[in-house]
């Protein structure tokens, strides 16, 4: 399923919503290159790449920084540039996003920039233009995955939570990527060591070490290392995902990878414990967002007059239908408006749906309840009832799905659903 979108713009707007010419060109343009392999792998079933083959970033525009973005064709790499405002002469800038298609064209085009060559670019609701010297290449907006979306959602979730555990210069960057596997099965799990003054790779699991399953998926990046001025690595509590950002003079790339090549992100489900507690605050945090395009979640919730956490669920409607994204190299949220409705949050979450037709139906039963500790079960009919415990962020259930995944990918459908029940009382 497609979801077609525009740009950020006005209707009948066409001018376009960023100009501009960057500043380190030659290396930009290989970064640019690296994303369009990014988004084109399949790194769970090579033998898919031909025909799921999709080369798309999304293009966002804003508070001087002119981001891409998109996910491998698994969906379990998330990867981003971040064009910085010292790192572009900027032209014309106005609020935006769209989505295009880096064709093999495209690619030609930017692996042919050469040291002190100009390098533009000119984006609008439906063309992105990018000219070099003399040469011009024209690519069209095309239809975004829905499960982009949902990927979208989980990665801001996810990401806001990270922390970060290892900044390197240049120099200690290219010795530990050249500890990453080069060859072996994409499946393979290694470990990384953060220790700042040693950190390394290997296949022993020490306390505190950062998973790296199917790390061959960083050696995206290793072709720009050499170059780079620094390397961020930033990591959920239990090490299972991480994010590996590269900084150069103007802009910065980063990858993100899931817990495993099979996992993509938009099955995680990290925002839909939050997508249940329905809040009038949203349009307000949206109009705040729109006024700067670029906050700290804790400045943004002193300006809405609201608590961080519920910020935080507010945030996740948001990111549910792709219009918010956040940066973890500054702390910061920022403005991403893929066009859509609340309604999109129902059309991308399954279990969400499944959950609001079971309450509808009468099928929650609270068992008992204590403080912030609950006790129901969900009843399906033809022997299928489901015991549900919650206690404050904690929760289990008797469901298969809990039982193969516990809490790692998001609630099931029927934790869900008497979250649903507790709500609306």
């Known amino acids: ?50 025909r799921s083959r999709q080369m798309d970033p999304v293009v966002t525009s804003g508070c001087g920084h002119l ?85 979208f959602a989980s990665v801001q979730a996810i990401v806001s939570e990270f922390g970060k555990v290892l900044s390197l210069d240049g120099v200690a960057a290219r010795d530990l990527f050249a500890q990453l596997p080069q060859v072996g099965d994409s499946r393979d799990t290694h470990w990384l060591s953060p220790d700042p003054n040693r950190p390394r790779i290997s296949r022993i699991q020490t306390q505190g070490a950062i998973q790296l399953s199917g790390g061959r998926r960083l050696l995206a990046l290793q072709e720009l290392v050499p170059f780079a001025a620094s390397l961020t690595i930033h990591a959920n509590n239990d090490g299972t995902m991480s994010s590996w950002t590269l900084s150069f003079e103007g802009f910065r790339i980063g990858i993100l990878i899931s817990p495993e090549v099979w996992r993509g992100f938009s099955g995680e489900g990290a925002a839909l414990g939050e997508l249940v507690k329905v809040d009038d605050r949203v349009d307000e945090v949206r109009a705040h967002l729109a006024d700067t395009g670029l906050i700290d979640p804790e400045v943004l919730a002193i300006h809405c007059g609201i608590d961080l956490p519920t910020l935080r669920r507010v945030l996740a409607r948001l990111a549910s239908q792709g219009l918010v994204g956040f940066d973890q190299m500054t702390g910061s949220c920022y403005e991403r408006v893929l066009p859509g ?12 749906v499944s959950a609001r037709r079971w309450l509808e139906d009468g099928r929650v039963i609270v068992d008992r309840q204590k403080e912030d500790e609950i006790h129901a079960h969900v009843d399906l009919g033809e022997g299928r009832n489901y015991q549900v415990a919650i206690a404050g962020k904690r929760f289990r259930c008797s469901c298969f799905w809990c039982g193969q995944f516990g809490e790692s990918r998001g609630p099931c459908a029927h934790v869900l659903a008497v979250h649903l029940l507790i709500d609306a009382r």
């Open 67 to 151: 981001r891409f973005e998109g996910f491998s064709a698994c969906r379990s790499v998330y990867g981003r540039i971040d064009v910085l405002p010292e790192g572009v002469n900027v032209v014309q800038e106005k609020r935006g996003t769209t989505n295009i298609d880096f064709n093999q064209e495209m690619c030609r085009a930017l692996g042919r920039v050469r040291r002190g060559q100009d390098l533009s670019v000119c984006v609008s609701r439906d063309d992105f233009l990018l000219t070099r010297d003399d040469e011009t290449v024209i690519e069209k907006k095309v239809k975004l995955p829905l499960s982009w979306i949902k990927g």
């Open 1 to 50: 399923m497609t979801l077609s979108l525009a740009a950020n713009v006005p209707a009948g707007e066409d001018a376009p919503f960023f100009q501009g010419q960057f500043r380190n060109a030659r290396l930009l343009a290989r970064a640019l290159n690296i994303m369009a392999r990014v988004v084109g792998e399949r790194w769970f079933d090579p033998a898919e790449v031909a």
């Open 341 to 352: 409705s609340e309604l999109l949050v129902e059309k991308v979450n399954p279990r969400l």
